[in-house]
C-alpha cells in the first residue's frame, strides 16, 4: 500500500517537473530578444509586379556570394496583423510596433503569434545599420482566435486577453517598460499583406529571404496601401552568429541591395517600421482619414451629436429672438 502511494507521489512529482520544465522552455523560446537585420525600399505601386517578376527570375534560381551557395525558393503568403497602442500613440512615436500576427496557409490553417519589433542598439557596421537591425520578442496566444480575414474585423481583440496565461506576466513587463500601461493598450490599425518572397538557405538552414511586400488597410471608408521591399537576414540566422559571420551576412545583404539598385535605381531606402509607414500614409489623405482610422465609429458620432446639439441649439436661439422680436413690435 505505501510502495503504491509512493509511486503515485513521484508520477505526480514528475509531471509537476515536466509542466514546470516545458513552461520554462516556451517562455525561453518565446519572451527572448532576437535581433533581425532587413534594409528596406519604397516602391512604386505600378512598378510592384515589374519588380518581382525581375526578383522572381534573377534570385529564384539559387544565388552564390562570397563563398556561400544558397538554394533559393520562392513563395507567396497571406499575413494580417493588428497593431496595439494607446491613445497617446507612445509606442509608435517611439518606432515600436505591437502586433497579433496572423499567417493564412492555403489549406485553411492559421498561425498566430504575438510579436514586439522595437528598435536596437548597432550590431555590425556604422549609422545605417543601426536603422536596419531591430529586436523582436515573441509571444504565444491562448489559441485559435480568428477564422474571418477582413481587416476590420480584427480591431475588437484585447490584447491582454488573447495571450496565453503563462506569457501574460512577461509581456506586462514588456510594455511597462517601454512606458505603456498594460492595461490601457488597445487595438488602432489593422494591416493585411501579401508578402510575395524568395527565401534563400545554405546546408538546410535559413540566412535571408528577399520579399516584396504588398500591404493594406481599411477602417469604414478609409482605405490605405503601398509597397515595400525588404532584404532581410533571419532572425535566428542574425541572432547566433559571432562578428565574422554577421560581417559576411551583412555583405551578402550589399551584394544583394547592389543588385536591385542597379536594375532599379529610383527605388528608395526607407527604413521606417511597416506599421508607421502605415499610419503615414493615411495620414497623407488628410485629418479625417486619420482621425477615422484613430478612432473609428466613434468620431464620426461624437461629430454628427455635436452637429444636432449645435442645430438644436441655434434653432431654440433664433426662436427665443424672434419671440422677443414679436414682443418688442407689440
Not at 506586462?172 to 527565401?199: H, T
Not at 499610419?279 to 454628427?304: E, F, I, K
Request: hydrophobic share 40%; charged share 25%.
Amino acid at each position: 500500500m505505501r510502495m503504491r502511494s509512493y509511486v503515485s507521489f513521484l508520477v505526480i512529482l514528475t509531471a509537476l517537473f515536466s509542466a514546470l520544465v516545458s513552461q520554462a522552455q516556451t517562455l525561453e523560446k518565446f519572451d527572448t530578444m532576437r535581433l533581425e537585420n532587413e534594409m528596406t525600399f519604397d516602391v512604386p505601386l505600378e512598378q510592384a509586379e515589374e519588380v518581382w517578376s525581375w526578383l522572381n527570375a534573377t534570385f529564384g534560381g539559387g544565388f552564390q556570394s562570397h563563398a556561400a551557395n544558397f538554394k533559393t525558393f520562392p513563395e507567396v503568403e497571406e499575413f494580417a496583423d493588428t497593431y496595439f497602442d494607446v491613445p497617446e500613440m507612445t509606442l509608435i512615436n517611439q518606432g515600436i510596433g505591437v502586433r497579433h500576427r496572423r499567417r493564412f496557409y492555403p489549406n485553411g490553417d492559421i498561425k498566430e503569434l504575438i510579436q514586439i519589433k522595437q528598435p536596437h542598439e548597432a550590431v555590425g557596421r556604422g549609422e545605417e545599420n543601426e536603422k536596419q537591425t531591430r529586436g523582436e520578442v515573441k509571444f504565444e496566444p491562448r489559441g485559435p482566435t480568428i477564422t474571418y480575414r477582413h481587416s476590420e474585423d480584427f480591431l475588437n481583440e484585447e490584447l491582454l486577453r488573447i495571450v496565453k496565461k503563462e506569457h501574460l506576466a512577461p509581456l506586462r513587463v514588456r510594455l511597462s517598460d517601454m512606458g505603456v500601461s498594460p492595461d490601457r493598450v488597445r487595438p488602432f490599425i489593422a494591416i493585411e499583406q501579401q508578402r510575395r518572397r524568395v527565401y534563400f538557405r545554405e546546408n538546410g538552414n535559413q540566412f535571408l529571404t528577399v520579399t516584396l511586400d504588398f500591404a493594406k488597410t481599411q477602417k469604414l471608408w478609409v482605405k490605405a496601401k503601398f509597397v515595400q521591399l525588404d532584404i532581410e537576414i533571419g532572425e535566428i540566422a542574425f541572432t547566433l552568429a559571432d562578428d565574422a559571420k554577421r560581417e559576411k551576412l551583412l555583405a551578402i545583404q550589399g551584394d544583394i541591395f547592389g543588385m536591385i539598385k542597379s536594375r532599379f535605381p529610383d527605388i528608395k531606402r526607407n527604413q521606417v517600421p511597416k506599421v508607421v509607414q502605415m499610419v503615414n500614409v493615411v495620414r497623407n489623405q488628410g485629418m479625417w482619414s486619420y482621425l477615422t482610422v484613430r478612432y473609428g465609429w466613434s468620431l464620426p458620432l461624437a461629430l454628427s451629436l455635436a452637429t444636432l446639439c449645435g442645430v438644436l441649439l441655434f434653432r431654440r436661439r433664433s426662436s427665443n429672438a424672434n419671440l422677443q422680436d414679436a414682443r418688442d413690435v407689440a
